[in-house]
């Protein structure tokens, strides 16, 4: 089972910026993509972005489509979600994900972390 801890929540402005980041540990991951969620009260976990082992290839909800950046650490265990020109509507616990087959990961059926929550205030 692989382990998966968020850390960079915390709160910011409209139109400001926060960086989260997600280490992975625990069994081999050597393949594996990993990706962002994101949760508020009362609504189903929402599919942010996710990349794969090498960082080649993203995917990114059309919600935060050019203000959300995903990216690899180096080592690649680690993944970060560069996010830009924050919304009140961003608000939300993110949670980190990760499991070994694309499609699986991207309809939410992955391995979770803990979460962080990101504040946007107006």
């Known amino acids: 089972q692989v382990q998966l801890v968020e850390s960079g929540g915390g709160l910011a402005q409209a139109g400001g910026s926060l960086r989260l980041s997600c280490t992975a540990s625990?069994?081999?991951?050597?393949?594996?993509?990993m990706g962002w969620f994101r949760q508020t009260p009362g609504k189903e976990r929402e599919f942010v972005a996710q990349i794969t082992w090498s960082g080649g290839t993203t995917k990114y909800a059309d919600s935060v489509k050019g203000r959300f950046t995903i990216s690899r650490g180096n080592p690649k265990n680690t993944i970060y979600l560069q996010m830009n020109s924050l919304q009140p509507e961003d608000t939300a616990v993110y949670y980190c994900?990760?499991?070994?087959?694309?499609?699986?990961?991207?309809?939410?059926?992955?391995?979770w972390g803990q979460g962080t929550q990101v504040t946007v205030s107006s």
């Open positions: 625990g069994r081999p991951f050597s393949t594996f993509p």
């Open positions: 994900s990760a499991d070994p087959q694309w499609d699986r990961l991207y309809r939410a059926l992955g391995s």
